[in-house]
């Protein structure tokens, strides 16, 4: 079955589409500062890599896959200060992916899968919060691997694990994959490592990149990013994403 992208069908096109087999992937970013060195919308191109790998995955397995345009509009506090940065009420997110799930159940289409790149906490809670609701409602399944958590956090890069995962080594390995055109690599392989971990920030009260130890809106170790890791990284992440639904049939069906 060939991927289909909701936005470039017609409305009888996805009246056609087989709703047995359907699954709707919706990729999740932000425009937000991401170092120097990569664009606003690194996260969406990260999630857009994993939807796409995902989809093509899932795909292969004979399911119709309907690939949703991109979320960019959401909650980022910790890089709000950052000029180009653009951060929303959590609120707003959580009612949006309420909202589209329940749109896209209204047209039959019952599971919603879920490809996520933005890693801010806030975010991370309004995006959970919005697929409680959605579930709740009974009419809609979503599938949401939160890559933070278990056991998906174990299959990504040491760097990831370690929590020195904003505009690293991990994300512009992605970009050097999937955008290298908006990498700005003379900048890139001069930035010195910046190992503090956000996660052990978060943990400790911390609410901005800059409390965290990141005045450029980086950390990690860009400087050592490869194209051929951010290819391999996309790969996994798509894996993650079809094993995630993978499992949701399985439940589904039991
Ligand atoms: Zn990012």
């Given at each position: 079955?060939?991927?289909r992208?909701?936005?470039?069908?017609?409305?009888?096109?996805?009246g056609e589409?087989?709703?047995?087999?359907?699954?709707?992937?919706?990729?999740?970013?932000?425009?937000?500062a991401?170092?120097?060195?990569?664009?606003?919308?690194?996260?969406?191109?990260?999630?857009?890599?994993?939807?796409?790998?995902?989809?093509?995955?899932?795909?292969?397995?004979?399911?119709e896959?309907?690939?949703?345009?991109?979320?960019?509009?959401?909650?980022?506090?910790f890089?709000?200060?950052?000029?180009?940065?653009?951060?929303?009420?959590?609120?707003?997110?959580t009612?949006?992916?309420?909202?589209?799930?329940?749109?896209?159940?209204?047209?039959?289409?019952?599971?919603?899968?879920?490809?996520?790149?933005?890693?801010?906490?806030?975010?991370?809670?309004?995006?959970s919060?919005?697929?409680?609701?959605?579930?709740?409602?009974?009419?809609?399944?979503?599938?949401?691997?939160?890559?933070?958590?278990?056991?998906?956090?174990?299959?990504?890069?040491?760097?990831?694990?370690?929590?020195?995962?904003?505009?690293?080594?991990?994300?512009?390995?992605?970009?050097?994959?999937?955008?290298?055109?908006?990498?700005?690599?003379?900048?890139?392989?001069?930035?010195?490592?910046?190992a503090?971990?956000?996660?052990?920030?978060?943990?400790?009260?911390?609410?901005?990149?800059v409390?965290?130890?990141g005045?450029?809106?980086?950390?990690g170790?860009?400087?050592e990013?490869?194209?051929?890791?951010?290819?391999?990284?996309?790969?996994?992440?798509?894996?993650?994403?079809?094993?995630?639904?993978?499992?949701?049939?399985?439940?589904?069906?039991?």
């Amino acid at each position: 079955m060939p991927v289909r992208e909701l936005a470039r069908l017609t409305w009888q096109e996805v009246g056609e589409v087989e709703r047995e087999l359907g699954v709707a992937v919706l990729p999740v970013g932000a425009l937000e500062a991401h170092g120097p060195h990569l664009p606003l919308a690194t996260d969406v191109i990260i999630a857009e890599a994993m939807a796409r790998a995902g989809a093509d995955r899932l795909a292969l397995r004979g399911m119709e896959v309907l690939l949703l345009p991109a979320l960019v509009y959401t909650a980022a506090p910790f890089a709000a200060d950052f000029p180009g940065t653009l951060s929303l009420d959590p609120t707003a997110v959580t009612m949006t992916i309420t909202a589209v799930a329940e749109s896209l159940a209204r047209h039959d289409f019952d599971l919603l899968a879920i490809a996520n790149a933005h890693l801010d906490p806030t975010h991370l809670g309004a995006l959970s919060s919005g697929v409680e609701q959605a579930r709740q409602t009974g009419r809609v399944r979503v599938v949401f691997p939160d890559v933070t958590q278990r056991p998906w956090a174990t299959r990504l890069t040491e760097e990831f694990k370690s929590g020195a995962c904003h505009a690293g080594r991990y994300e512009t390995s992605i970009v050097m994959a999937a955008r290298p055109e908006l990498v700005r690599e003379a900048v890139q392989r001069q930035l010195p490592p910046n190992a503090r971990s956000l996660s052990t920030a978060i943990a400790a009260g911390q609410k901005s990149f800059v409390e965290a130890g990141g005045p450029r809106a980086y950390f990690g170790y860009p400087a050592e990013a490869t194209a051929d890791e951010g290819r391999n990284t996309i790969s996994v992440l798509g894996a993650i994403l079809e094993e995630a639904v993978m499992i949701e049939l399985a439940r589904s069906a039991g």
